[in-house]
């Protein structure tokens, strides 16, 4: 007794299944051109994309997969930090049993918390290393110069996300880590002493005390480290990535040399003209957008498909990415002390590992170390897109006046003076060892950290002059930075024991 | 913006300033002005007015057995509490570098974090300590001394009973 309407209903219910996926991806396969694109710009999360890439873009050496891989490594920890919140107590003690826990008894929270701990490392690494990258490919230049400046601000809320997690374990590591950072937070107070006006205008104090949200580190801190890492900071995150990823495309893709399109070998069999004539202007949103784009006068014949071709490549960045921090997170857990003691220090007690350059400069000034030369870096970054206007060898590995030389150059000066002051400094002292009544100020004003910013700034104005170029100027600087960066780090990281004392190995500290 | 039949201007061109809204702009002002104060005013919030944390001041009973020159530790305090000759006072033995606690000892006190070492008397004798330990208010009692962690002494400030 079945009517047409039944008959109807029941085949629509056996057509659904299909008609759903049907109705989700509505361009059907991405098997043609014209249906790759509407792929990519029908879809809210892949049409952050462009349609088509330029074929440079896809060339490893052009970025490494880098930031590729510092977003993957986010994503990592973002999976991993909402798990562990299933757990995590922000409450002194608790926290520190709730760590513990998760380590010991939460079934497979070992694993999640080391792939956590270890994909926030691979992640400051890769930043790092991507930031080195755009800055040697001399990407930055225009149009790309805000976006370098939004690529601080994600250097400057990753480091944020990893010191502000340290704490969250509640240990003697973590506490003492803190503990020197949020007084280090209040180090403006050495020059506002020095010079007597501390009682009126304490910054420095108001910092720490901001921090911390009390006077000690105790529950308010706890619960404003974990504020500020699980939520403040990671939406910042996000907010500043989209941005990131946003201007990319309005920059017209990634940065590549002028002879790009001759340099690169002839495409592939599967490619062909799209369009038989150039277009002779390009049409945007509409006529009210003014400007001409970057592909007036030229088919997109160097460009392929996002759409598999882009995509790909994401994914092996993702997999090896995730790859990584796995294997890392099998060898190796992450560390957990005794319980937070705030009456006895860890001894040595060492921040994160990327702080630890910041730490061995502290531990002449804790001024200059922990606010002053990290300022200067940030300023003398930030400047870089503005102060080089130059255009020869955008897109280029060390492109631009002076080039590989200036880096080879640059990596004996930086590396050399950075050696010397530290060995000097080891091995002589400092001030305060020849002459007691030294002035704080003084000390200051004259120390490893001051000297060798200073030796570096004097040798990249000397290669501003010499190459007539700001481009060799911030070659050199920023490569002696990064070799300051490393020497100071492997210093505080494998050379620094009890009481900060120099050692050879950590088979010569004093046993207490 | 009405556009004047025959005028030149073509959709490329940038749009003259649009006749003034006074409407507009004023509702644009008074938003903008109460987002600030809102913004202002909620900023206070993370500065507490009460700080939730343990007293500052606490009694100690000095051991008859303290030496002259022997700190005396109290149990949770980062304070180092002598007698002498002179009287009984008391240092914080919070470093001034960055915060960690100092180990008082025989020739002074040593900090674990930079090396900064102090003499006896809390002066700074190397390291990158930038200032002298603090000395705290003693106030002689009943047998007992009051310490307040919270107000510091010129040093040398030294009571007796
Ligand atoms: C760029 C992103 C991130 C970095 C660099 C980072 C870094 C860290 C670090 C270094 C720790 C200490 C881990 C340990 O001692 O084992 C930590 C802990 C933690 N993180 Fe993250 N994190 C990030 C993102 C997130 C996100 C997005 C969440 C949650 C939404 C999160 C939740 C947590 C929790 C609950 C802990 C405490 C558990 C523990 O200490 O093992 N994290 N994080
Ligand atoms: S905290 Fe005492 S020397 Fe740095």
Same mark, same amino acid.
């Given at each position: 007794?079945?009517?047409?309407?039944?008959?109807?209903?029941?085949?629509?219910?056996?057509?659904?299944?299909?008609?759903?996926?049907?109705?989700?991806?509505?361009?059907?396969?991405?098997?043609?051109?014209?249906?790759?694109?509407?792929?990519?710009?029908?879809?809210?999360?892949?049409?952050?994309?462009?349609?088509?890439?330029?074929?440079?873009?896809?060339?490893?050496?052009?970025?490494?997969?880098?930031?590729?891989?510092?977003?993957?490594?986010?994503?990592?920890?973002?999976?991993?930090?909402?798990?562990?919140?299933?757990?995590?107590?922000?409450?002194?003690?608790?926290?520190?049993?709730?760590?513990?826990?998760?380590?010991?008894?939460?079934?497979?929270?070992?694993?999640?918390?080391?792939?956590?701990?270890?994909?926030?490392?691979?992640?400051?690494?890769?930043?790092?290393?991507?930031?080195?990258?755009?800055?040697?490919?001399?990407?930055?230049?225009?149009?790309?110069?805000?976006?370098?400046?939004?690529?601080?601000?994600?250097?400057?809320?990753?480091?944020?996300?990893?010191?502000?997690?340290?704490?969250?374990?509640?240990?003697?590591?973590?506490?003492?880590?803190?503990?020197?950072?949020?007084?280090?937070?209040?180090?403006?107070?050495?020059?506002?002493?020095?010079?007597?006006?501390?009682?009126?205008?304490?910054?420095?104090?108001?910092?720490?005390?901001?921090?911390?949200?009390?006077?000690?580190?105790?529950?308010?801190?706890?619960?404003?480290?974990?504020?500020?890492?699980?939520?403040?900071?990671?939406?910042?995150?996000?907010?500043?990535?989209?941005?990131?990823?946003?201007?990319?495309?309005?920059?017209?893709?990634?940065?590549?040399?002028?002879?790009?399109?001759?340099?690169?070998?002839?495409?592939?069999?599967?490619?062909?003209?799209?369009?038989?004539?150039?277009?002779?202007?390009?049409?945007?949103?509409?006529?009210?957008?003014?400007?001409?784009?970057?592909?007036?006068?030229?088919?997109?014949?160097?460009?392929?498909?996002?759409?598999?071709?882009?995509?790909?490549?994401?994914?092996?960045?993702?997999?090896?990415?995730?790859?990584?921090?796995?294997?890392?997170?099998?060898?190796?857990?992450?560390?957990?002390?005794?319980?937070?003691?705030?009456?006895?220090?860890?001894?040595?007690?060492?921040?994160?590992?990327?702080?630890?350059?910041?730490?061995?400069?502290?531990?002449?000034?804790?001024?200059?170390?922990?606010?002053?030369?990290?300022?200067?870096?940030?300023?003398?970054?930030?400047?870089?897109?503005?102060?080089?206007?130059?255009?020869?060898?955008?897109?280029?590995?060390?492109?631009?006046?002076?080039?590989?030389?200036?880096?080879?150059?640059?990596?004996?000066?930086?590396?050399?003076?950075?050696?010397?002051?530290?060995?000097?400094?080891?091995?002589?002292?400092?001030?305060?060892?020849?002459?007691?009544?030294?002035?704080?100020?003084?000390?200051?004003?004259?120390?490893?950290?001051?000297?060798?910013?200073?030796?570096?700034?004097?040798?990249?104005?000397?290669?501003?002059?010499?190459?007539?170029?700001?481009?060799?100027?911030?070659?050199?600087?920023?490569?002696?930075?990064?070799?300051?960066?490393?020497?100071?780090?492997?210093?505080?990281?494998?050379?620094?024991?009890?009481?900060?004392?120099?050692?050879?190995?950590?088979?010569?500290?004093?046993?207490? | 913006?009405?556009?004047?039949?025959?005028?030149?201007?073509?959709?490329?061109?940038?749009?003259?300033?649009?006749?003034?809204?006074?409407?507009?702009?004023?509702?644009?002002?008074?938003? &903008?002005? %109460?987002?600030?104060?809102?913004?202002?005013?909620?900023?206070?919030?993370?500065? $507490?007015?009460? !700080?939730? @944390?343990? +007293?500052?001041?606490?009694?100690?009973?000095?051991?008859?057995?303290?030496?002259? &020159?022997? %700190?005396?530790?109290?149990?949770?305090?980062?304070?180092?509490?002598?007698?002498? $000759?002179?009287? !009984?006072? @008391?240092? +914080?033995?919070?470093?001034?570098?960055?915060?960690?606690?100092?180990?008082?000892?025989?020739?002074?006190?040593?900090?674990?974090?930079?090396?900064?070492?102090?003499?006896?008397?809390?002066?700074?004798?190397?390291?990158?300590?930038?200032?002298?330990?603090?000395?705290?208010?003693?106030?002689?009692?009943?047998?007992?001394?009051?310490?307040?962690?919270?107000?510091?002494?010129?040093?040398?400030?030294?009571?007796?009973?």
């Amino acid at each position: 007794m079945s009517t047409p309407a039944l008959e109807e209903l029941k085949s629509n219910l056996r057509a659904a299944p299909k008609r759903i996926l049907d109705t989700a991806f509505r361009s059907g396969k991405p098997s043609t051109d014209r249906t790759r694109s509407t792929f990519i710009f029908g879809n809210v999360f892949l049409h952050l994309h462009s349609t088509r890439v330029h074929r440079w873009t896809l060339r490893w050496s052009t970025t490494l997969g880098l930031g590729l891989a510092t977003t993957a490594a986010f994503l990592i920890t973002l999976i991993t930090g909402v798990l562990l919140m299933f757990y995590y107590k922000p409450y002194p003690d608790a926290a520190y049993q709730s760590i513990k826990d998760i380590h010991f008894v939460v079934p497979t929270g070992r694993f999640m918390r080391n792939i956590h701990r270890w994909a926030a490392n691979v992640m400051v690494v890769a930043v790092i290393l991507h930031m080195a990258r755009a800055f040697y490919t001399a990407s930055y230049r225009k149009p790309r110069e805000f976006n370098w400046l939004i690529g601080m601000g994600l250097l400057a809320t990753t480091l944020g996300l990893s010191f502000t997690g340290y704490l969250l374990p509640w240990d003697q590591l973590a506490y003492w880590a803190i503990t020197i950072g949020a007084n280090i937070a209040q180090s403006p107070r050495e020059v506002t002493d020095a010079i007597g006006i501390t009682d009126w205008f304490d910054p420095g104090g108001a910092q720490r005390f901001l921090l911390l949200g009390s006077d000690t580190l105790g529950p308010e801190a706890l619960i404003r480290f974990y504020l500020l890492h699980v939520m403040i900071l990671p939406l910042a995150l996000v907010a500043l990535m989209s941005v990131h990823f946003w201007r990319i495309r309005k920059d017209g893709g990634l940065a590549r040399p002028a002879g790009a399109d001759e340099r690169l070998p002839d495409p592939a069999g599967a490619m062909y003209p799209v369009f038989t004539q150039a277009p002779a202007k390009t049409y945007s949103l509409a006529a009210i957008v003014k400007g001409r784009t970057a592909a007036v006068g030229q088919g997109p014949e160097n460009t392929v498909p996002s759409m598999p071709h882009l995509f790909y490549a994401e994914l092996g960045v993702f997999m090896l990415t995730t790859l990584v921090c796995l294997a890392l997170a099998l060898v190796s857990d992450a560390p957990l002390k005794e319980l937070a003691n705030p009456n006895v220090p860890e001894n040595p007690a060492k921040a994160p590992w990327y702080f630890l350059g910041l730490q061995e400069l502290v531990s002449f000034s804790a001024f200059v170390g922990g606010i002053g030369i990290p300022m200067i870096v940030l300023a003398g970054l930030g400047l870089i897109p503005y102060l080089d206007r130059e255009d020869s060898g955008t897109g280029e590995w060390f492109g631009g006046s002076g080039g590989p030389g200036v880096v080879k150059q640059a990596l004996v000066v930086g590396f050399g003076a950075a050696l010397a002051i530290e060995t000097f400094a080891i091995r002589f002292g400092w001030i305060r060892e020849w002459y007691l009544a030294a002035p704080q100020l003084l000390i200051t004003i004259l120390n490893p950290g001051t000297l060798l910013a200073a030796a570096y700034g004097i040798y990249s104005v000397w290669l501003v002059k010499r190459h007539r170029s700001a481009r060799a100027g911030a070659l050199g600087l920023f490569t002696c930075f990064l070799c300051g960066f490393l020497v100071l780090t492997a210093i505080g990281t494998y050379f620094r024991g009890p009481n900060w004392v120099f050692y050879w190995s950590p088979s010569d500290w004093p046993r207490h | 913006m009405t556009v004047v039949p025959g005028s030149p201007r073509s959709r490329l061109d940038p749009e003259p300033l649009p006749r003034r809204d006074w409407l507009g702009l004023a509702s644009l002002w008074s938003a &903008g002005s %109460a987002m600030l104060f809102a913004l202002l005013g909620s900023m206070r919030l993370p500065k $507490a007015a009460i !700080v939730a @944390a343990q +007293s500052k001041g606490f009694d100690v009973a000095l051991p008859e057995s303290l030496r002259i &020159g022997e %700190a005396f530790v109290p149990p949770n305090r980062a304070v180092a509490v002598f007698r002498d $000759a002179e009287g !009984v006072y @008391a240092i +914080s033995t919070i470093c001034t570098h960055l915060g960690c606690v100092v180990k008082p000892g025989a020739e002074g006190f040593e900090c674990p974090c930079h090396g900064s070492r102090f003499k006896p008397d809390g002066a700074v004798s190397r390291g990158p300590a930038p200032r002298p330990l603090a000395w705290l208010k003693v106030t002689p009692g009943d047998g007992i001394f009051h310490v307040d962690e919270g107000k510091t002494v010129p040093p040398g400030t030294k009571v007796t009973v």
